[in-house]
């Protein structure tokens, strides 16, 4: 059974930084593309980074770029996202995802709330 458990999530100030982990259990992480998303209500969900099996990395969300990175530890079967200078507008819920190298399946995790206010 894959579990995918999200953490780091918190209230922070403008300006402020973050770092969100996943952990990955149940599939072989090393051969599994990861990627953040984040959702407000009301809005669909938003891919904001993305990592291949191999390590290439891809900040998506624009308004992401230059602030965010992602980066993976396959020894411990864990996806990061390092998030800097803050914005209100980067106010979430963070979710991370799991596609399988080997099936192709998609898993997600549970969500972790990152809000950026003063």
């Known amino acids: 059974q894959v579990q995918l458990v999200e953490s780091g999530g918190a209230l922070v100030q403008p300006g402020g930084s973050l770092r969100l982990s996943c952990a990955a259990s149940g599939l072989t992480f090393s051969r599994a593309a990861m990627s953040w998303y984040r959702q407000v209500p009301g809005k669909e969900r938003e891919l904001v980074a993305s990592?291949?099996?191999?390590?290439?990395?891809?900040i998506d969300a624009d308004s992401a770029k230059g602030r965010f990175t992602i980066s993976r530890d396959n020894a411990k079967n864990t996806v990061y996202l390092d998030m800097n200078s803050l914005k209100p507008e980067d106010t979430a819920v963070y979710y991370c995802?799991?596609?399988?190298?080997?099936?192709?399946?998609?898993?997600w995790g549970q969500g972790t709330q990152v809000t950026v206010s003063s």
């Open positions: 990592i291949t099996s191999g390590g290439r990395n891809t």
């Open positions: 995802k799991a596609r399988s190298g080997y099936t192709e399946n998609e898993y």
